[in-house]
């Protein structure tokens, strides 16, 4: 339903606003970009560029942080520092 949406989006968007979107804010899920991509709302050359969402990167940085801290959190580093 996302991808339908999306591609809807795209498609109207010359005729009711008059204006071509050529990024698009993507939260890491690389179908609906792909999909919207392959649709070619624009004709076949015009490119649309994905933007990653910075929220979403700053969302699984911390937790890949978040998980590297637990499982070295007794281990001691090369300067003989543990985390924690």
């Known amino acids: 339903m996302e991808v339908e949406g999306m591609k809807k989006f ?16 993507g939260d890491g899920d690389a179908s ?8 070619k709302p624009y004709g076949i050359n015009t490119t ?6 910075v929220g979403h990167v700053q969302r699984r940085m911390g937790t890949r942080l978040r998980r590297l801290k637990k ?14």
């Open 10 to 25: 795209f498609r109207r968007s010359v005729a009711e606003r008059g204006v071509r979107y050529l990024s698009y804010i």
């Open 32 to 39: 609906t970009f792909k999909d919207v991509c392959e649709d």
């Open 48 to 53: 649309i560029e994905k933007v990653e969402c």
């Open 71 to 84: 499982d070295m959190k007794r281990k001691k580093l090369a300067d003989g520092k543990t985390i924690g």
